[in-house]
């Protein structure tokens, strides 16, 4: 990880994992991810659309 600078504040994203869901906890305005690491699954898919973050967890509102 890295560090980055954001609109909230310092943080460290995960390198060359970028987000768009800003709903996200671990989302940064800048579209890094500043979990410690992601879980993608499931294990049986055929395109991307298929995939699911499984470390997603909804921002407080």
Do not use: R, W
Request: charged residues 20%; negative net charge; proline residues 3%.
């Amino acid at each position: 990880m890295e560090n980055c600078h954001s609109t909230q504040g310092c943080c460290k994203h995960l390198k060359g994992i970028k987000c768009d869901v800003k709903n996200c906890y671990y989302h940064t305005a800048d579209v890094y991810c500043t979990a410690e690491q992601i879980s993608v699954g499931p294990s049986n898919a055929d395109t991307s659309g298929d995939t699911l973050c499984a470390t997603f967890k909804p921002k407080e509102q």
